[in-house]
């Protein structure tokens, strides 16, 4: 039994080579894990329009948006359920839907920006071929690509050249705090997963989960059920067996710690997985937490 097929557990469909920490998801695991990745997407397209509406009852953002009421024939006040329907039953909000939200906010809700972010492609277990990752990491802003590719004047020409990235490059971008950021390095996991080099694999995937409460405490419609959308990145990267056979177990308790340091104004003391960028030579500050 080879590598691949000993650490997938019954997801035929996966391609990563880095097996999963026991014990591994069944068919059914990962048939339910699939809906939770699309109720996380209708979760943050909901909390993205319950944050600027100021409610997070499906009812009454509803009739905030929509602007209407529906009466059954007892006179009782309804609602079409369709809100409900994003997290509960992973359901995509509809391009007409969007646009209303959009007039309705002012232009300040784009529902499908969340709708269609990569994080939710990056999340399936089978992860995107290496040239979807390629254009989503040669799209980054300046700044991220400037970490990737270099800072000369000809940084993308002819061609942009991908390379392997040293830790103080990982941590680099990690430090620039936004979800670009953070999506740029599970991008940069999967393609050391699809290419069975556990140590590209491993640390921007550290450098993810230290970024995560970052983008949550930025992004109202992250900071919707969290919790969640944790748990579904912890599948993906977070508990994997490398080469070494020593898999590493990663507290929620801590994440929800250092969020509640960033909502006090204490980001110095949040405890970071993948330590903090240091001087070349200094030694860094790493919780090392295995199975």
């Excluded at 409610?55 to 079409?80: A, F, G, H, N, W």
């Excluded at 509960?88 to 969340?114: C, F, M």
């Excluded at 269609?116 to 277990?125: A, G, H, I, V």
């Excluded at 993810?208 to 944790?230: G, M, T």
């Amino acid at each position: 039994m080879t590598k691949r097929d000993s650490g997938r557990g019954h997801c035929h469909d996966c391609e990563m080579a880095i097996p999963y920490m026991p014990p591994l998801p069944t068919a059914e695991d990962w048939a339910a894990f699939h809906l939770e990745v699309q109720r996380r997407r209708g979760a943050a397209c909901f909390g993205a329009a319950a944050a600027h509406f100021g409610t997070t009852s499906p009812k009454t953002l509803e009739v905030r948006i929509e602007q209407k009421r529906y009466v059954t024939q007892y006179d009782e006040r309804t609602s079409s359920g369709k809100y409900m329907r994003w997290y509960r039953d992973g359901v995509r909000p509809s391009d007409a839907t969007a646009a209303r939200i959009k007039e309705r906010s002012g232009g300040a809700v784009d529902i499908r920006y969340w709708r269609d972010l990569p994080l939710w492609e990056l999340l399936d277990p089978t992860p995107p071929p290496i040239d979807r990752l390629h254009q989503l990491l040669e799209t980054m802003p300046r700044g991220i690509g400037r970490l990737l590719f270099g800072d000369s004047p000809e940084w993308r020409t002819p061609r942009f050249v991908h390379h392997i990235l040293e830790r103080n490059e990982y941590h680099a971008i990690r430090n620039i705090g936004s979800l670009d950021a953070f999506i740029c390095l599970l991008c940069l996991a999967c393609k050391g997963d699809l290419l069975d080099h556990d140590p590209s694999h491993f640390m921007p995937a550290r450098c993810a989960l230290d970024l995560f409460p970052r983008v949550v405490h930025r992004h109202p419609a992250l900071a919707f059920q969290w919790e969640k959308l944790y748990a579904c990145l912890s599948r993906i990267f977070w508990r994997r067996a490398y080469s070494n056979g020593v898999g590493y177990e990663f507290d929620i308790e801590v994440t929800r710690q250092n969020l509640l340091a960033l909502q006090e104004g204490r980001p110095d003391d949040m405890k970071l997985y993948s330590g903090r960028r240091a001087p070349r030579g200094e030694e860094q500050q790493v919780i090392t937490t295995s199975a």
